[in-house]
């Protein structure tokens, strides 16, 4: 029965193999596929982005005419969107002529506007991180706004913001906010506010031995996961320690001995003070002990502050970062900023009816008023010099304001060129590896990390490869041995099938 | 205005004027023409069109890029550089870290995933078993849920400080582990995590192919004296032989290009010990903006599977099953 089943099994296959239907099928797939091929080719070929000549001037829409703009991002949910709503709504009363089509914020990543730019197809409109948008700008998917803005109203801005917003003399969006992070600390643990390096160590140190040794629930001196950070809050440590994430040309610094110290100090939290647990693995762990008294420092921006407030009340307090006694410099944490920038035409198909529009949204959505509510209601810092001095003088008494005013004294400004992108993500994997695995060769990480961004930004400026006599000789053996393969398999199926 | 007959009388004349052109005629003399029904391409012309669009013009798209420098410094105005990004994805030290941790990733994933929905199968299909219906709806719940939602909650449950599967560990006074944090143990989590998501689909059609064996065979076998080991050696395996090499290969195929879990669960860390070359080629493009690179890296990831799958269908003919 079996043996039988299997003849009719062997039958089947035979008689289905040389069938003429499967021929024709073989024909079929092989002309779809050219087909296809030949389709596809052409679409490729008339698939050329679209090109326009930027506008010079702009000009107001003639009187009775409306026009129509495109925004993408209106801030985090909450106060942040609050107030865009807010100020959105008095800008449509006061610009009856100019209708705001927005998207909300929500899952619009610069990779999306990427997208879009390259389709043409971008909003007139988009806010995002001044770090990211300056990538868009060097790819030439935004406006550079030098030429339409006067330098009484760019004056207006702190310095520090506009250099966050300028890449190569361009000034390519307008801030709305400044911020970066702080040195919070639990009033409750901590009575003397450190301001050395030392000094933090020492004060860690004391409080999670203390909590160590009276048994309980242990409170950590000041947790920091290396390995479930960006890049971002450990930037701050290098200039403490005499080094930098790039230098003037813009190329990484990464490996250098400054660097590597700045790192070990971070590494040794962990494994050598052991004021921080091992393996936290998201900030979120880190932030939830800081809310429940299990930590007496923490690293954040003024994003979270609202929580600790929530769970900390009068204990929380914040203050700058320390410096190193032995460099005399400060830790700088990255004083960026987030802002509006308007496409190119090359991007959305903006004309200049829209980029007036456009430029009329920004001032409004950044003025005066608006910050001032932004502050208030989302704890965001403003770009605005006017409403930077309503901050010093009305929360004067606010310890915590003070602290973030101290903070402002020593920051960096976060690069905006290109070369920065390849930073965040490649910090992440070596130095994040280093944590994770806890191995102490910080030296050989850095190494890696400093090769991998050099590498990134290598590859951004290929040039046609120069191929030497070698490669064409491998090139040239390689299609022999295909060619000669295929010849080979040519002749033996050819008779293979005459056997048959 | 118009009748049939004329209407039908004006159609006939025009194809007697079309099959008496010359062309026409040089053409239908033609052996192809004449071996071959052309009519029937335009049943399958629709689903041409679109894969024309969805699946052959970004293939070729990828390709053609992969030969530019299509990146943020040459957003607009990239060009053609031969085969420089190939040259680079060669140099790139990383690269037989992430080849390996792709064949890792790969065959640790099939080897278990499709063993395990072979033996489910089996074990659903006996006959006589109790709650047949209950258990297939039972192992169709991990499948059901969205894959994004199952992988947040794994995210969680294997959180070193706090998830469950610590907290379990430290119940039986075992010391917690770094499943997503280590890399000796990220790569496991993720085929175990890739386990769950995927052993009720392999289930699933491992039972309709088990079902497809005639019954008359196993009664055959039984009549002989075959014991379960016999009969699934002499009558099973060998009539799912094809069936089994494809649903492998193709879960090897699957797997080389699954993407979200290494993604949401270790995004490729700690390091690169779980970067597969589909996450490392969505690094270059989304986090670094070098398309031109992410190309070169997909259609290298595509030739090193296309070598296998070639092979491996040569040995194993599945794509008999297919035709």
Known sequence: MISMSKDRESGLESRFHDSPDRNKLKVFLVIAVSALFIFGGLLVIFDKPVSNNAPRF???????????????????????????????????????????????????????????????????????TSDNAGALFASGSVLNLTTYLNSSYVN???TGTISDWTLNGGLYGIPINTNGVG???NMKYVKKVPTTVNQLILCAENITEKHLTAGGKPVYGLPYGIGTDSGYRSAAWFPAFGGAMFNSKELPVLNSQADINAISFLYNLTYSYKVSPQGLTTMTDQEQMFEDNQSAFMIDGPWDQALYTQYLGKDLNVTSLPYDSATGHWARPIWGSVG??????????????????????????????????????????????????????????????????????????????????????????????????????????????????????????????TLSAIDYEIIAAVVVIIVVAAAAYVVVLGKKNKKQ | MFNDKNSEGAINRIKDLINSSPIV???KSTKIYKKYEWRSIIYILPVILVLAFLNFYPILYTIYISFTNFNTKFFYNFYFIGITNYVYVLQTNALYTIIENTLVWSIGSTIVMVPAGFILALIMNQRGLRGKYLYRSMFLFPWAFPAFITILIWSNMLAFNGGVVNEIMNFFGLKS???????????????LVNFWLSFPYYTFVYTSAVQSIPQELY????????????????????????????????????TWNNFYVPFLLTS??????????????????????????????SVFSMLILLVFVVVANHYSKMMQVVY
């Open chain 1, 58 to 128: 702009i000009a107001s829409p003639a009187s009775g005419s409306s026009v129509t703009i495109t925004v993408w991002g209106s801030g985090s949910p909450g106060g942040e969107a609050n107030v865009f709503n807010q100020t959105l709504a008095s800008f449509e009363a006061a610009y009856p002529n100019i209708t705001v089509t927005d998207s909300p914020a929500i899952n619009v990543a610069s990779t999306t506007f990427t997208s879009a730019a390259h389709a043409g197809t971008a909003p007139d409109v988009y806010r995002d």
């Open chain 1, 156 to 158: 207006s801005f702190t």
């Open chain 2, 268 to 297: 490729g860390g700690p390091g690169i010990s779980t970067q597969i070359l589909i996450t490392y080629s969505y690094q270059e493009a989304f986090s670094f903006d070098n398309f031109s690179l992410a190309a070169a890296y």
């Open chain 2, 219 to 254: 009664e055959a076998a039984e009549m002989d004296g075959y014991g379960s080991i016999r009969t699934l050696t002499s009558v099973t395996l060998p009539l799912l032989r094809r069936q089994v090499a494809f649903i492998t290969i193709f879960g090897f195929i699957f």
């Open chain 1, 183 to 185: 040195l919070y600390y």
């Open chain 2, 25 to 27: 005629k040089k053409i």
């Open chain 1, 340 to 465: 509006y920038l308007i496409s190119s035409p090359q991007a959305s198909n903006i004309n200049n009816h829209q980029i007036w529009a456009s430029l009329k949204f920004i001032e409004y959505m950044t003025n005066y008023t608006a910050q001032k509510n932004l502050f208030i209601q989302a704890g965001d810092f403003p770009s605005l010099i006017s409403v930077g001095n309503f901050v010093k003088t009305d929360t004067a008494q606010d310890p915590l304001a003070a602290g973030w005013i101290a903070q402002e004294a020593h920051t960096q400004i976060q690069p905006s060129f290109v070369n920065m992108n390849y930073y965040w993500p490649n910090f992440h994997t070596y130095v994040g590896n280093l944590y994770d695995n806890g191995t102490n060769n910080v030296s050989s990480t850095m190494n890696a990390f400093q090769n991998a961004v050099m590498s990134e930004i290598n590859q951004l400026n290929a040039k046609p490869t």
């Open chain 2, 177 to 191: 582990i770094a499943w997503l944090t280590s890399p000796k143990y990220a790569m496991i989590s993720l085929i």
